[in-house]
């Protein structure tokens, strides 16, 4: 048993999704698939050229798709490829889509990914990253007649990244005692004590 069906599938659905959502501008990377180990992530893209060609002056970048991420179906597979394309077209151009060490994914990623059809959400310590596919992709996924079986086998290991829960409220007060609900940290001071609004812990009393 070996990965090269997974391996040709993965290249194949590149360069579909290349012509069809990338006008063929991207340069054709090296795919692999490998462990991430205990890190919750389905995939990457270089930031660089980290393969070079014995033969001639040819450099390309790398993706990567994780072999635990083989375990799911056909769109979540084809919604982490699409996704890490997305990267590799913001390097071609220049744009910044991540920060805190690549981790953290910034709002110039979630409008690059968004207009190539992805749906992103927000999880805490990633960012604008978690991805799945709209519904014109979904049914673009759909008519592809994916070889899933390529998809058989996998590493096992699971794991699910947190989304934000965007309808959380915190508590907040200032040094009277008065205290506000928000989603996100007020920038105001109480009238009557001239201090700013800080967060309560859960549980905590004014």
Not at 89 to 112: C, I, P, Q, W
Not at 122 to 138: C, D, F
Request: net charge positive; proline share 2%.
């Amino acid at each position: 048993m070996n990965l090269s069906k997974a391996h040709s599938e993965l290249d194949r659905l590149f360069d579909i999704f290349n012509e069809k959502l990338f006008e063929n501008k991207l340069e054709k990377p090296i795919i692999i698939i490998q462990s991430t180990g205990k890190k919750p992530i389905y995939g990457y893209c270089s930031l660089e050229r980290r393969w070079s060609s014995k033969d001639s002056e040819q450099e390309c970048y790398e993706l990567g798709i994780s072999a635990e991420n083989l375990a799911r179906d056909k769109e979540g597979i084809c919604g982490t490829l699409i996704h890490e394309m997305v990267h590799l077209m913001n390097v071609g151009l220049g744009v910044k889509d991540t920060a805190s060490n690549y981790v953290y994914h910034n709002k110039r990623f979630k409008e690059a990914a968004e207009a190539v059809g992805l749906i992103i959400q927000k999880a805490p310590r990633i960012g604008w990253s978690v991805t799945t596919l709209g519904e014109k992709l979904t049914e673009l996924v759909q008519s592809l007649n994916i070889d899933i079986d390529a998809f058989s086998f996998f590493r096992k290991q699971s794991f699910k990244i947190k989304v934000e829960n965007k309808n959380k409220m915190y508590r907040y007060a200032c040094s009277c005692g008065q205290v506000v609900h928000s989603k996100e940290q007020p920038r105001i001071r109480c009238v009557d004590c001239g201090t700013s609004f800080y967060q309560l812990e859960k549980g905590q009393r004014v």
